[in-house]
């Protein structure tokens, strides 16, 4: 599968100005989950793009809080509209607001996210993988307040989600050797199954193209890591590029976003 992000670029940015135009905040759910998504998507890609291509960190990081303002604003609106979130497992916007390094946006969209697990729209698992990542950010970091969500973790996914338990774990324990061990594992095992997707054409190349050549995931965990104060590594790992790690001096202005009032 061939993807070009320069293309892809100029495209996201078409949809983007498309997508803020139609949304509508009295639109129906699943309208307005497919507006958003694609906004974010349109981010991350434009993002992710400026970060590889340009190699400007801090307009990446800029472009996942907007989309991860997006998301928040998003939850927010559906929750006064008394509307069901999103699937926990559509944590993209999440991950970017952990990836770019900004917290109070992080636990924004955390406490705003979906704890219940939403049959016909997402695989079990990979709702409770979601919603531990999502509670340990809205606790922060706090074991006790997330250990139900890590019982739920263990019976629905214990082999699909055991590497990236382990991280996480290790990050709870601040073992920075254990995490140095379990995160080089976890990062390779991201990068096989990205490299399969891509083998299979499994997913449309737009949707692909921001995490084609990143793990925003590891990203998130690595900025995670150094929260909880432990030494993150500096070697390289699979999908996490150097530049993607530098610190972010970038201030966001709430720029970019889906136009919605009070929130």
Known sequence: MEISLRDLREDAADALDD??????????????????GEICLAHHTIGASMLLLEGQPQEYFLDL????????????????????PPPASASKPLLGAMAADHWPLAQGVARLSATAFQPGEEYEDDCDWAVLLAQTVAAGGDAAATAPYAERLLR??????????????AIRARDGRRFAEVFGL??????????RIVG??????????PYRWIWLEGLALLRLAA???????????????PLARV??????AGDGAIPLAGT
């Open 156 to 169: 629905s996914g214990p082999d699909t989600y055991a590497g990236r338990l382990a991280v996480l774990e």
């Open 247 to 252: 610190p972010r001096t970038a201030d966001y």
């Open 186 to 195: 976890a990062a390779l095992a991201a990068a096989e199954e990205t490299e």
């Open 19 to 36: 997508a803020l135009a139609r949304f509508r905040p009295g639109a129906p759910r699943e309208d307005l989950l497919a507006v958003a």
């Open 65 to 84: 809080c907007r989309a991860a303002e997006t998301w928040r604003r998003l939850l927010q609106h559906l929750r006064s509209r008394g509307l069901p």
């Open 227 to 241: 929260r909880a104060g432990l030494a993150v590594p500096g070697e390289r790992f699979a999908g996490c590029p």
């Open 200 to 209: 299979m054409a499994a997913i449309p190349v737009t949707e692909l193209a």
